[in-house]
């Protein structure tokens, strides 16, 4: 698979995707990530802060770079820069 720019282009809200982040401390990781628009991903209740959205009723995420997994409701936020995204893998056949 070949990697996108985020320039180029972003992956599509609450996808989860790979991302090649430059972190705070100069690191560089590879992490299983979405991207969230405003008042698109729904804020977890343990956490503080976040956007209320009036309409709704909820707390959203800020806008930003989210490290995700299947199994977890926080959504840790990314401290550092994505430049570049791809496709989670297909997974394989199993019989």
């Not at 343990?46 to 997994?69: A, I, L, Q, S």
């Not at 977890?72 to 936020?77: A, F, L, P, T, V």
């Amino acid at each position: 698979m070949n990697w996108t720019s985020v320039k180029d282009r972003l992956p599509e809200p609450g996808i989860p995707v790979i991302v090649f982040a430059k972190l705070y401390d100069g690191k560089t990781r590879r992490l299983r990530a979405q991207h969230a628009p405003p008042l698109t991903l729904l804020q977890s209740p343990e956490c503080e802060g976040g956007v209320y959205d009036d309409k709704t009723d909820e707390y959203y995420c800020e806008e930003g770079w989210y490290e995700t997994n299947e199994f977890d409701e926080i959504h840790w936020r990314i401290d550092g820069e994505i430049t570049h995204w791809q496709p989670l893998p297909a997974p394989p056949e199993v019989e």
